[in-house]
């Protein structure tokens, strides 16, 4: 190909089809560039670096169907249109390996590491004679966290958790250099621990060369040192390796209330929650994906979230594809008390059979430019105070205080004591009540059943799945298994 190629490798071969005698077929863009070219301004290096963001936040991948599917197999949320387009499926447990919901996602998943990798190539061979050492390093560690938040979204669902068998079973393809032309496809899986170290190895570097911060509103939507630090807490927990998960935290945790980042940007919950959905920009967004109205840069077509989680009416603006379920966690009245602010994006529509709950979190009607989070503090929190626990098998002081921090902003009349966690475990039936009650609808729950290897009840018709299941992690896309003679099937 003559012009600056992105290219997954699932992909690839419709690509190379596409390709036959493009100099009389197709004559030249001025918007695109020779390969020798992309790299050759700063102005060009910082667009490419951008466009790997872009890939990230498409609506197939982090800017919609991952949160999405991850919420969808929980035990919070119901089906209300078993429409196969908006992944009823994956909902049911049942895809399969023509499914367009996995094909889609997994396609996305590796289209957006392969121009990683094709970004850190160019950058080595052109651009960090262009844009300087400094520079250099800060780029190339933003996409290092890109690959590795990619692989570690692959992994949740095609692959078995960590600790089931110490990562041991078949993990993915790990790419790490650029797909460019047809004879690449062909890759054995690693194993679930390879890819964890690799995941680790990007963070990890990431870190250590990624500036402590930015200006402006870039410190949400571009990833910093804390952006590295804050995803390593999420890796160890679901790695179950809970004394490097506390190590991370502790980074960019205070000892003590009010907890804030002790260096990089000053993170540190919100106040009032309704405002990390409203101006997206306050210091508790530890790193979130813009969305605007220009075409293109909102998710697309029913990839939307507000879309599944809203009604069409009632004050929704969406579709309802997905609603609330009254007997999930919102049935617990105990911990998530009818004073808590959380309820307020509870939205109630219809009565008798026809009542419906809602979650209105995301709310901007088309196109849908509600900004996604991919991480906040509240989150960091609330790891650091599992990883202690799980660490220890003892409730300390301080994991008391970080799980009063985040329920306190939304419930300050319940306050949690020493007497109420007469044990270990019901402290982190707490903490899992919290996750469930903090990030709803914000794609956290697929991660957080599996990596405790535990099974998805059934719910809504769905049927429960345990970790040896057929379902518990799905099948690898058709295409891929077609393209890559060496991929095997879950």
């Known amino acids: 190909m003559k012009n600056k190629l992105i290219i997954s490798s699932l992909a690839l071969a419709a690509l190379l089809t596409s390709c036959r005698d493009e100099n009389k077929l197709y004559p030249e863009n001025p918007t695109s560039f020779l390969d020798n070219q992309v790299f050759a301004t700063a102005s060009r290096i910082q667009s490419q670096l951008l466009g790997v963001y872009g890939s990230f ?54 289209y957006t590491i392969n121009n990683v990798n094709l970004f850190i190539e160019g950058m080595d061979t052109q651009g960090k004679a262009v844009v300087g050492d400094a520079l250099y390093k800060n780029y190339v560690a933003e996409v290092k966290v ?35 032309g047809a004879g690449s496809s062909q890759l054995a899986r690693s194993t679930v621990g390879e890819v964890y ?193 799980r660490a220890s098998n003892a409730v300390d002081a301080q994991a008391i205080a970080l799980l009063n921090a985040v329920h306190g902003r939304s419930d300050a009349a319940k306050v949690f004591t020493a007497a109420d966690f007469p044990t270990a475990a019901d402290f982190l039936t707490a903490v899992d009540n919290e996750r469930r009650m903090e990030f709803m609808g914000e794609g956290h729950r697929t991660r957080d059943i599996t990596r405790l290897l535990k099974p998805f009840p059934a719910h809504g018709g769905a049927p429960a799945k345990a970790l040896n299941d057929v379902g518990y992690i799905w099948p690898i896309p058709a295409a891929e298994l077609s393209l890559n003679p060496a991929m095997t099937d879950n």
């Open 197 to 389: 170290a690799q995941i680790l190895k990007d963070l990890n570097e990431a870190e250590a060369d990624l500036p402590l911060n930015y200006s402006g509103t870039s410190n949400v939507t571009r990833i910093h040192r804390n952006t590295a630090i804050a995803l390593k807490t999420r890796v160890y927990l679901s790695m179950q390796k809970y004394t490097e998960a506390v190590a991370e935290a502790n980074k960019i945790v205070s000892a003590a209330a009010p907890f804030t980042a002790t260096s990089g940007v000053a993170n540190r919950l919100e106040p009032n929650i309704a405002n990390v959905f409203s101006s997206y920009t306050t210091a508790e967004s530890i790193f979130s994906l813009p969305m605007t109205a220009t075409a293109g840069d909102f998710p697309g077509t029913q990839n939307q979230i507000a879309y599944y989680w809203t009604p069409a009416t009632g004050g929704g603006v969406g579709n309802g594809e997905y609603s609330l379920n009254p007997a999930g966690i919102l049935a617990n009245t105990t911990q998530f008390t009818a004073a808590d602010k959380r309820r307020e994006f509870v939205l109630s529509t219809g009565s008798g059979s026809s009542a419906r709950l809602w979650n209105m979190k995301f709310k901007a009607p088309s196109p849908y430019t509600d900004w996604v989070p991919v991480i906040r503090y509240a989150e960091v929190l609330l790891n650091l105070a599992e990883a202690k626990v």
């Open 57 to 110: 936040k498409h609506g197939n991948q982090h800017g919609g169907r991952y949160i999405i599917y991850n919420d969808i197999r929980g035990e919070d949320i119901l089906s209300q249109t078993s429409n196969l387009v908006t992944a009823a499926d994956i909902f049911a447990q049942n895809p399969t390996n023509s499914s367009n919901s996995i094909t889609n996602f997994w396609t996305q998943s590796y």
């Open 146 to 180: 890109i690959r590795a938040l990619s692989y570690y979204g692959l992994l949740q669902f095609f692959a078995k958790p960590y600790a089931d068998g110490a990562g041991s079973k078949p993990g993915l393809p790990l790419r790490l250099t650029a797909v460019k």
